[in-house]
Every structure is written in structure tokens, then in C-alpha cells.
């Protein structure tokens, strides 16, 4: 089983829709999980940490599920800026290292 | 607003020569990481340093890689007998803190080895 796995999409939406993503982690010591953004050829950039609680940021909300070992991202009222790969991230272990998933494309249309 | 920066964007280096990719972290950060992304493939852990050691090393990791944080400000990777499956885009990394701390990352730098 992958460390990190996620539907590699991608994801054709309309400006405006709400589109999810899901993700789920191998490690139930991970004790550290992040939503990222890789635009092409660009580095990744956080776009926000996840709590069991669940946490929204904007237009962004993340929940996660310690049980299931699920981790989600929803985005509402999509803009075209929104086009990019979103990386799923969980720390290595009890570490500090990060373990990527592949990643899942995004390309919001007019 | 900090940010890493990494030097050169672009190295072309011949199979079995060495390269020492350069990152300079955000300067009040203690952690540093280096990251490795093969063209289409996701983003891989190589190793974790803290303190002038190194913390973790994935396998990926092995000896003809080191690390050094040679002065106050640089943190840099080289890589010895360099392969056709180093390339990749190397992204160097640093967080103020440990593992719930966000870990801010450089531009990368392309590696091709020919």
C-alpha cells in the first residue's frame, strides 16, 4: 500500500463549482498532515495544515479522519487561479520528513 | 516575506561527475530538508538535518549523497558519481520548528545529468 495515495484526477470544473479532494495515509503514527499546491514545473506551497477538528480557510476546507486515515480538501466557488496540483502531505513516521502523494490536477475552466 | 532560495535553476552535468546544489534557508529557521521530484512522479524525501547532523535519510539517500551547512547561511547537497536517474528537480526545504512546523520550500533546481 502507498504511503500517500490519491486520485490522480484531473479534475475539469467550471468557475464556480465546489470540487473535493480525497486522500488517505498508510501510517497511523502520522501525527502531521498538510494540503499543498504545486504549480507546473514550481515549487510546492502550503495551502493550509489539517486538524482532526476540521479547518476552512476561505473559499478552502479540510477535514480529516484519524480513524478511517482519510484526509479531504474542498474548494468552493473555484477560480481559474485555483488550476494547479494539489499534494496531499503527511509526515514520515514520527519524524520531520514529509511523505508526498502523487498529487491530484486541477484545471478550472471558464 | 523570507523565502529559500537555491542555486543554480538549471544544472547539466555529465554521468559520473559530482554537483553541489546550493539552498540558502530562512534565517531564523533550525530544520532543513532536501527534496527530490523526478519528472512526473511525486515529490521524495532525501534527508532531514538539525543542529550541523543529520536527523533522517530515506534510501534514496545512500553514499554518494551528503549534505553540509558549510557557513551561518548555506545548506548544500552534493551528489558524487552522479547517475542518469539523478535527474530531477532537487528542492531544498526549512521549517523554524520539528514535524507540525511548516516547511517552506526553495525554487529547486533542475539536475540533468547526460
Not at chain 1, 61 to 89: E, F, H, W
Request: aromatic letters at 12%; one cysteine or more; charged letters at 20%.
Amino acid at each position: 500500500r502507498k504511503e500517500v495515495e490519491q486520485d490522480p484526477g484531473p479534475f475539469n470544473v467550471p468557475e464556480g463549482a465546489t470540487v473535493a479532494f480525497n486522500c488517505t495515509y498508510s501510517n497511523s503514527a502520522s501525527q502531521s498532515f498538510f494540503w499543498y499546491r504545486q504549480d507546473c514545473r514550481k515549487e510546492p506551497k502550503l495551502l493550509m495544515s489539517v486538524y482532526s477538528s476540521g479547518n476552512e480557510d476561505g473559499r478552502f476546507t479540510a477535514q480529516l479522519n484519524r480513524a478511517s486515515q482519510y484526509i479531504s480538501l474542498l474548494i468552493r466557488d473555484s477560480k481559474l487561479s485555483d488550476s494547479a496540483t494539489y499534494l496531499c502531505v503527511v509526515n514520515r513516521h514520527s519524524g520531520y520528513a514529509l511523505n508526498f502523494g502523487k498529487g491530484t490536477s486541477l484545471l478550472v475552466t471558464p | 516575506e523570507p523565502e529559500v532560495t537555491q542555486t543554480p535553476s538549471h544544472q547539466v552535468t555529465q554521468m559520473g561527475q559530482e554537483v553541489i546544489l546550493r539552498c540558502v534557508p530562512i534565517s531564523n529557521h533550525l530544520y532543513f530538508y532536501w527534496y527530490r521530484q523526478i519528472l512526473g512522479q511525486k515529490v521524495e524525501f532525501l534527508v532531514s538535518f538539525y543542529n550541523n547532523e543529520i536527523s533522517e535519510k530515506s534510501e534514496i539517500f545512500d553514499d554518494r549523497f551528503s549534505v553540509e551547512r558549510p557557513d551561518g547561511s548555506n545548506f548544500t547537497l552534493k551528489i558524487r558519481s552522479t547517475k542518469l536517474e539523478d535527474s530531477a528537480m532537487y528542492f531544498c526545504a526549512s521549517s523554524e520548528a520539528g514535524s507540525k512546523e511548516t516547511q517552506y520550500f526553495g525554487p529547486g533546481t533542475r539536475l540533468l545529468v547526460l
